[in-house]
């Protein structure tokens, strides 16, 4: 779609996935890492320009992006779709109908992180909420399906930290990473359209 529209893309696997290198972390614990490198092998690049790098990410690869986009301002703008809890830090956002639920919603946030923590030998990621406001003055797009059962509705309360100039644009029953399938003539509009207002000469 993308390229379509005249953009170069740069795809790549995180480490430890296809054809990368190194130890994989399937929650993108210190995927930002793979980011900066993605925008350093760019701007080395004779075709393009360094002040109009933009960044798209599903998932993991969403929470990647925003937490990359806070840590180096090389990112232009930033596409996040389906970004939901990393660690124990970001479930404990998630809104819990009853303190049942919100304990075990607890509990396994921090067995997980815990069990994260050794296995990868990693340090948790620091609070997506924490870390979004630092994005601006770049803009920031969220997508997300509130509903998916994938803690896409932290979204809300990463739009509500982030500062102008910033998007959110809920979907509801478009499923986890599937806006651009439920509704491919507005996601095309929406993330092509913001592109091209961010990253004008």
Do not use: C
């Not at 509990?107 to 924490?130: D, E, R, Y």
């Not at 644009?169 to 913001?194: C, D, K, L, Q, S």
């Amino acid at each position: 779609m993308l390229a379509r529209h005249g953009y170069g893309v740069l795809l790549f696997d995180r480490r430890g996935e296809g054809r990368s290198e190194g130890e994989p972390n399937s929650w993108g614990w210190s995927g930002e890492r793979d980011v900066f490198a993605a925008i350093s092998w760019l701007q080395r690049r004779p075709d393009v320009d360094p002040r109009r790098i933009g960044g798209i990410g599903l998932s993991v690869g969403g929470e990647m992006m925003l937490e990359a986009a806070a840590e180096d301002d090389r990112l232009a703008a930033v596409v996040s779709e389906g970004a939901g809890a990393r660690a124990f830090s970001d479930a404990m956002d998630l809104p819990a109908p009853d303190p049942v639920a919100l304990t075990l919603g607890a509990t396994a946030a921090a067995v997980k992180t815990g069990a994260v923590s050794i296995f990868a030998n990693q340090t948790p990621p620091h609070n997506l909420k924490g870390l979004v406001g630092r994005i601006a003055p770049r803009p920031l797009m969220l997508i997300a399906d509130p509903d998916s059962g994938h803690g896409e509705e932290l979204n809300r309360g990463y739009y509500r930290a982030a500062a102008e100039p910033k998007a959110l644009w809920e979907v509801p029953g478009a499923g986890h990473m599937n806006a651009i399938t439920a509704h491919p003539a507005e996601y095309e509009r929406r993330v092509v359209g913001f592109f091209g207002r961010a990253l004008r000469r």
